[in-house]
């Protein structure tokens, strides 16, 4: 049975309304319930508090009053990504930036609040039970669309640490990547790469134009110092080289181009050795700032397909753009071509 951990300040009319408003509506809908003063252990009440968010499906939060123990729950929530459903008397009580995520309001000085609340309630755990969600943010119903068609497997807040896109690339035999600065991977790992290069996995990136008015904008967006971006290419750019240089004998192959325009979207798509491919593709939103992302991982045929064929329209468009080559091997991809589905790049 799926659970909700219920956010909301701890007084007597408070108490009145989670015992017999908001646990009953919740509980009707197939959910068990429990806040803070439900858990009897041993252990410090923040530590509780915190084992309950993570281990719970969903998220409901009273924000009447602004109460800050309130809000320091709510941020725990969303820092793992949690779905989110935020109810309040008032939205004079609900932050700016949280006014972004749909919110149940509720008068109990109204005669038919209750039956009101708990139909509403239940409306809102349904579309929580079929929506996509990303730190509490649930998409409509077209990226919903796209998402179930395209077959997505999980969906990762961009500073997560995503075992299976690990696992995946450090068992490749060809590692493809688009993003403005490039697989930084290849730093943390560089023993790794090394005996993937020697045991002939290839690699093709493409990566930012170095100093270009795209990644001047990026800096400036990311509040970075003029020039960092492009530091970082030219790092990426070495560390392949250095594959090659000290592994001269090696069967792998690097190959590094540029763009001097926007992408939006990411792709990182790894081939093992039977030549199966997973990908992974991170979207940005519409104000590009990294931390603003997330990450697709895909595990159907379409969405493969999907990653595929943007990677080789992207890859052959800058064919006269080299950076960095390792070998005379070209990249040559022979799938057919399908339609770029445009709904990634208007998140």
């Known amino acids: 049975m799926k659970s909700v951990f219920v956010i909301m300040p701890f007084k007597d009319f408070f108490n009145e309304y989670y015992n017999h408003v908001y646990k009953p509506a919740l509980e009707g809908c197939g959910y068990t319930v429990e806040r803070a003063d439900d858990i009897f252990s041993p252990t410090p009440i923040l530590e509780d508090i915190r084992n309950s968010i993570k281990k719970s499906d969903v998220i409901f939060c ?19 990504g949690k779905p989110v459903i935020l109810i309040t008397q008032s939205l004079d009580d609900v932050p700016f930036d949280l006014r972004q995520i749909r919110c149940l309001t509720y008068n109990p000085l109204t005669t038919m609040w209750k039956s009101k609340f708990k139909n509403d309630v239940k409306k809102a755990l349904k579309e929580v039970e079929k929506g996509i969600f990303y730190n509490g943010t ?14 997505i497997k999980q969906i990762y807040p961009k500073a997560a640490r995503i075992d299976s ?13 688009i993003a403005y600065v490039g697989d930084t991977f290849a730093e943390y790992h560089r023993d790794e790469y090394k005996q993937l290069f020697k045991n002939g996995t290839s690699f093709f990136i493409l990566v930012g134009r170095e100093y270009s008015d795209f990644l001047n904008e990026v800096e400036a967006m990311e509040n970075m110092k003029k020039g960092t971006v492009s530091d970082k290419i030219k790092n990426v750019k070495s560390e392949y080289a250095r594959l090659k240089e000290e592994n001269p004998t090696g069967k792998g192959t690097v190959e590094i181009r540029q763009f001097n325009t ?9 081939k093992d050795e039977n030549g199966n491919t997973t990908a992974w593709l991170t979207v940005m939103f519409s104000n590009r700032r990294a931390a603003d992302s997330f990450m697709l991982e895909f595990d159907s045929e379409r969405g493969l397909e999907y990653c595929e064929s943007y990677f080789k329209k992207m890859w052959d468009l800058h064919s006269d753009d080299v950076l960095y080559k390792s070998s005379g091997k070209s990249f040559d991809l022979p799938i057919k071509d399908i339609a770029i589905d445009d709904s990634f790049t208007t998140v």
């Open 62 to 80: 009273d924000m009447t009053e602004k109460n800050a123990n309130v809000f320091y729950e709510l941020g725990l929530a969303h820092s793992i």
């Open 262 to 270: 926007e992408f939006r979207n990411s792709i990182t798509m790894c």
């Open 165 to 177: 896109l690990e696992r995946a690339i450090l068992s490749a035999k060809e590692f493809r990547s």
């Open 138 to 151: 649930m998409y409509g119903n077209e990226m919903q669309i796209v998402f179930n068609e395209l077959g």
